[in-house]
T-cell receptor
Framework: DGGITQSPKYLFRKEGQNVTLSCEQN?????MYWYRQDPGQGLRLIYY???????QKGDIAEGYSVSREKKESFPLTVTSAQKNPTAFYLC????????????FGQGTRLTVV | DAKTTQPNSMESNEEEPVHLPCNHS???????IHWYRQLPSQGPEYVIH???SNVNNRMASLAIAEDRKSSTLILHRATLRDAAVYYC?????????????FGTGTRLQVTL
């Protein structure tokens, strides 16, 4: 079935370590997105990519990095520079046109101890 | 980017209609209005979108004001499964056409 997959669902890391979150889609979508959600809060945009080998910073890009080497994949690295990395991370994809819907993964809950 | 304003929370009784408002007074002529909802511990899911005319689908209806400065998501008969956070967002044409920015949404509580 077509869809968007995030892995793992839960992730634990020690403070100071970089960690990479996976996001894969088989919907042939051009655009992909990463969001962060803190408890009781809305979604905040970290990075987004409209096409392969191109991406733009969102509203809270500091301490994060991404790559878009393949259309299907948009991994997010949470670096040690991110001061409060513990959060729920969501990946989404869409055709990129304004009149199309976006599809979301089930999220990765990252806990840094 | 044009912003949206929604009430923080709303309550409804089961099997009654629910009208979720959204204000977007700075909307431009080419902005699409989208609605998503997020159930607890899940990713958001698409509900509906529109440009100028009212829209209906199996999940909900979208009523757009004539001046497009506000819109209302209508759930015709709320069920307990409709309890979620509902987000109203605008998608703009232009250089950042695929940017997708969420606000804080409206938390809908549905009671028996």
């Amino acid at each position: 079935d077509g869809g968007i997959t995030q892995s793992p669902k839960y992730l634990f890391r020690k403070e100071g370590q970089n960690v990479t979150l996976s996001c894969e889609q088989n919907l042939n979508h051009d655009a992909m997105y990463w969001y962060r959600q803190d408890p009781g809060q809305g979604l905040r945009l970290i990075y987004y990519s409209q096409i392969v080998n191109d991406f733009q910073k969102g509203d809270i890009a500091e301490g994060y990095s991404v790559s878009r080497e393949k259309k299907e994949s948009f991994p997010l690295t949470v670096t040690s520079a991110q001061k409060n990395p513990t959060a729920f991370y969501l990946c989404a994809s869409s055709m990129g046109r304004v009149n199309t819907e976006a599809f979301f993964g089930q999220g990765t809950r990252l806990t840094v101890v | 980017d044009a912003k949206t304003t929604q009430p923080n929370s709303m309550e409804s009784n089961e099997e009654e209609p629910v009208h979720l408002p959204c204000n977007h007074s700075t909307i431009s002529g080419t902005d699409y209005i989208h609605w998503y909802r997020q159930l607890p511990s899940q990713g958001p899911e698409y509900v509906i979108h529109g440009l100028t005319s009212n829209v209906n689908n199996r999940m909900a209806s979208l009523a757009i004001a004539e001046d497009r400065k506000s819109s209302t998501l209508i759930l015709h008969r709320a069920t307990l499964r409709d309890a979620a956070v509902y987000y109203c967002i605008l998608r703009a044409l232009g250089g950042t056409a695929s940017k997708l920015t969420f606000g804080t949404g409206t938390r809908l509580q549905v009671t028996l």
